[in-house]
């Protein structure tokens, strides 16, 4: 049985681990063509585990075809090349999931700001401009095709002090800027949109929540809310087969919110809740929405 994604060609970055990973298994399962982006292309040359291509090898396990590419986000001609081989290969771009963020190893660490190295400032090199130019990259593919599908990757942290103030920064432009380019898209039938998550259990997840046990006592990081790094992959295959996409173009979503509109639990069963009363709600609504986004 073919999957819904038969024939559809995917960009997931920052995918040698964590969501990226399993964004990209998903989208797999579901037969599409998956690149794969990373830095890490050896194995052990980086703290945690996972490769772009171990990454890609799953991918195709799964049931789609997975290539993977070495890209620095950071790396504008990394980046271009990138877009360049996936048009020469391919001939058309389907989904763009801008998941790629430079998290430093101290986010969790609870220290003000300025106790902080400027050098954090990263995340806004990788994590909000990376998102612009991998956009601006596949508009160009998308736009003559007239059809496609680009998600940021984002969270809670859009409205809600999490952890500190440069990833609630990245997090809250990310979804303006998923939002505004969703209405210069409009008139080319490309959806743009951001997605919430909430615990994600990543490599990274499960190695602090190790270290510092008292992490599972917060409401950001207790495991019982949490999910599969999978979960918001088979969340964006849904959307990416959903012939009224354009209706949620603009909005940014929680995930499980949208999880539940389409019938979707994690890999286990699980249905994944919704922190909306707790963290707070997504500010962006669908462009679609008479009276707002313009």
């Given at each position: ?5 038969e ?6 970055t920052g ?6 990973k399993?964004?990209?298994i998903?989208l797999g ?20 585990p996972g490769?772009v291509?171990e ?5 195709t396990?799964a049931?789609?075809?997975g290539?993977?590419v070495q ?7 990394q980046?271009a090349?990138l877009f360049?081989q ?11 999931v801008n998941?790629?963020?430079a998290?430093?190893?101290?986010l ?9 190295p ?6 806004v090199?990788?994590g ?9 990259h596949?508009a160009?593919?998308m736009?003559p095709?007239k059809?496609g599908?680009?998600?940021?990757i984002?969270?809670y ?7 500190g103030?440069i990833?609630?920064?990245c ?6 800027m998923?939002?505004d ?8 039938n490309?959806?743009?949109?951001s997605l ?9 997840a499960?190695?602090n929540i ?14 019982l ?7 918001p ?6 959307l990416?087969?959903?012939?009224e996409?354009?209706?949620?173009s ?7 919110e ?12 699980k249905v ?7 963290r707070g709600?997504?500010?962006?609504r669908p462009?679609a929405e ?5």
């Amino acid at each position: 049985m073919a999957g819904s994604l038969e024939g559809k060609v995917a960009v997931v970055t920052g995918a040698s681990r964590g969501i990226g990973k399993g964004i990209a298994i998903a989208l797999g399962k579901e037969g599409a063509t998956v690149y794969v982006t990373g830095r890490t292309v050896t194995p052990g040359s980086y703290p945690l585990p996972g490769t772009v291509g171990e990454t890609a090898e799953e991918v195709t396990r799964a049931g789609g075809k997975g290539v993977a590419v070495q890209v620095d986000h950071a790396n504008d001609e990394q980046v271009a090349a990138l877009f360049e081989q996936v048009q020469r290969e391919q001939g058309r771009l389907d989904i763009l999931v801008n998941n790629a963020f430079a998290l430093p190893e101290d986010l969790t660490e609870p220290k003000p700001f300025w106790e902080k190295p400027l050098s954090n400032w990263e995340m806004v090199d990788v994590g909000v401009r990376s998102n612009f130019v991998a956009a601006w990259h596949a508009a160009h593919i998308m736009v003559p095709q007239k059809s496609g599908l680009i998600v940021d990757i984002s969270g809670y942290v859009g409205v809600t002090y999490t952890y500190g103030v440069i990833f609630g920064t990245c997090k809250s432009a990310v979804d303006r800027m998923a939002r505004d380019m969703a209405i210069e898209l409009q008139p080319h039938n490309i959806a743009s949109i951001s997605l919430w998550q909430g615990l994600t259990f990543t490599e990274r997840a499960h190695r602090n929540i190790e270290r510092n046990p008292e992490m599972k006592k917060l409401t950001v990081t207790n495991p019982l809310v949490g999910c599969s790094t999978e979960f918001p992959g088979r969340v964006i295959a849904a959307l990416a087969a959903d012939p009224e996409l354009m209706k949620r173009s603009g909005g940014t979503f929680i995930t499980a919110e949208v999880a539940a509109d389409y019938g979707i639990v994690d890999i286990d069963g699980k249905v994944i809740p919704s922190l909306r009363a707790e963290r707070g709600a997504p500010i962006w609504r669908p462009i679609a929405e008479a009276g707002h986004g313009r």
